[in-house]
């Protein structure tokens, strides 16, 4: 009997500019294993303000939606709804390879937990994925985005014009400067997007890194070309970035 695998996609974490890579890497594994691919979902909150290019990706490569409504501000529904279904294709579907895109370390304990059962979990993500997750997962699957698509990002934001990109990175340093530690020279990543977003409202602006493009906020910050990244725990597991103040040109 041929071995099954499942394909479920944390849209939260990843960018829709991917699955094109992600397709040719489990093609590639499906002529290797000779294992068939028989279930293929995407989760979110589908009626919230989801980038439209999912809708398409989705359609194009056949993957199912699975929606997660959001019953709190503070909880991500979809990451629980991941969970639970991935728990039900474990215990009563039987699924032998279970592939993963997320990036997040929040699905550590799934990961061991799919281990512990004796069947096998594959991660999927770009580069920034969390450390702990791609070191607990058989296999780690880096996922590029391809280079035509990289340069239609760099063009789009080009035609935004140069006032934007200077109003951001006026938006970033302002933040720096409200919520700097000075003694470590190092500011919350999520604290300094926070008060960018507050303070393009102020404008009747409107800043989301995701309709720019970006699958998560390190990108996104690192196209300014003005900080470095600092990786270090929160709590038990939960890995997060920080900006660390840009030097200033000596010239």
């Keep these: 009997m041929q071995k099954k695998i499942a394909l479920l996609i944390d849209i939260e974490n990843v960018s829709h500019r991917s699955i094109s890579d992600l397709e040719k890497k489990i093609t590639s594994y499906i002529k290797t294993t000779n294992f068939i691919l028989v279930d293929k979902k995407a989760f979110a909150n589908w009626n919230a303000d989801i980038n439209p290019s999912w809708h398409q990706v989705l359609k194009e490569h056949q993957i199912d939606k699975k929606h997660s409504p959001s019953y709190s501000k503070r909880k991500n529904g979809s990451d629980i709804e991941l969970v639970v279904y991935a728990m039900e294709l474990l215990l009563i579907k039987e699924i032998d390879v279970f592939i993963i895109m997320t990036g997040d370390s929040d699905f550590t304990s799934l990961v061991h937990k799919i281990k512990e059962n004796k069947k096998s979990i594959i991660i999927c993500s770009d580069s920034s ?26 063009k789009k934001e080009k035609k935004l014009g140069q006032e934007y ?8 340093k302002m ?6 530690d000075h003694k470590t020279k190092e500011v919350d990543m999520s604290l300094v997007y926070q008060l960018m977003q507050n303070k393009a409202k102020e404008t009747n602006h409107k800043i989301d890194y995701k309709k720019m493009g970006y699958a998560k906020l390190k990108p996104f910050f690192k196209n300014l070309f003005l900080f470095d990244f600092v990786e270090k725990n929160k709590g038990n597991s939960k890995s997060y970035y920080l900006i660390r103040k840009p030097k200033k040109n000596k010239n």
């Design 129 to 154: 994925a969390s450390t702990t997750l791609k070191e607990a997962a058989n296999d780690f699957w880096e996922i590029s985005i391809p280079n035509n698509q990289k340069k239609s990002i760099q």
């Design 165 to 172: 990109i200077k109003d951001k990175k006026r938006l970033c």
């Design 175 to 180: 933040a720096l400067s409200s919520y700097l």
